[in-house]
């Protein structure tokens, strides 16, 4: 018996599935050069622009020059340096919580909070879309793993009825593929009336959402006893790279005693530490970034409803444009790379059969002639592609 891998790569081929890595030969930013062409990039999640800001670049130079470039050691035996911490201090204070704990990955922060919280004989209940570092989480921490409708209070409120042991409510906040928000007031309401925490990721939210980037939470005025558990990535808006949990005293100390994904892999290097207090300090302060951010936000839904796209319900950075057929959202994805411009498409199995679609991010790194830009390619793109055909 062997594994026959080739007949595996071809049968993705055949089915539009194949990914290839395109190669990044320049900072991120809305010009930039992939394969060795000079593109207009729609599709990068650094939503406040921020991940090549002179500022941050200067903070991670003079980290570097002070601490090294090496973690060196877990955070439990050498790895834990003073600028981890006071970005954890930081991180704590802008969540308006107790306490908050570095990991190095957002996929290790998801993984690390759920299996250390729940295992067997307890309740995970996630929301069907899910990032898929959630839904590991899930299904590796050995409790009873169930998923409800999509953004579906009264479909978690069923499945709060048979749940048993502790019991641990999971949702991102922005979610990654459709640019929607979970309807937290209303899946906090089921999980406080059945004892349950809510867990939520908010990846996509911190920077781009809340008077001040305090992303979801902050959206809606939500109170820690609501969400105990908040995830969030540096890699997106923050412009950096790692992740963190923010919560209560016991809930910090449990993710350090418990959560494997923690306990067992090296710090990140502390000079990314100090251009994340950097960064965190722009988020906050700079609100112009936000502004600008939603005001292009504007522009790309009505221009992109004039030429009659079909778009999600997202008012985040996150716009997608429903395709529907994979092999359709390839071929719009290159034709736009023709003229010059940079939209990934999203395929199976990352969303649902059937869903495949492009996936534009905004920045505030944008200009509103750049989105121009876009818009103009787009409706270039669908005329001469004409409508899709009929399944009849």
Known sequence: MSFDLAARLAARRAENLYRQRPLLESPQGPQVVVDGQPLLAFCSNDYLGLANHPQVIEAWRAGASRWGVGGGASHLVIGHSSPHHALEEA?????GRPRALLFTTGYMANLGAVTALVGQGDTVLEDRLNHASLLDAGLLSGARFNRYLHNDAASLAKRLEKATGNTLVVTDGVFSMDGDIADLPALAREAKAK???LMVDDAHGFGPLGANGGGIVEHFGLSREDVPVLVGTLGKAFGTAGAFVAGSEELIESLIQFARPYIYTTSQPPALACATLKSLELLRSEHWRREHLQTLIRQFRHGAEQIGLELMDSFTPIQPIMIGDAGRAVRVSQMLRERGLMVTAIRPPTVPAGS?????????AHSEA????????LADCFQQLGPEPSHA
């Open 91 to 95: 991180l704590a204070e802008f969540t």
């Open 195 to 197: 004892g349950a925490w």
């Open 356 to 364: 495949a679609r492009l996936r534009v991010t905004l920045t505030a």
């Open 370 to 377: 750049q989105v121009q830009l876009l818009l103009d390619g």
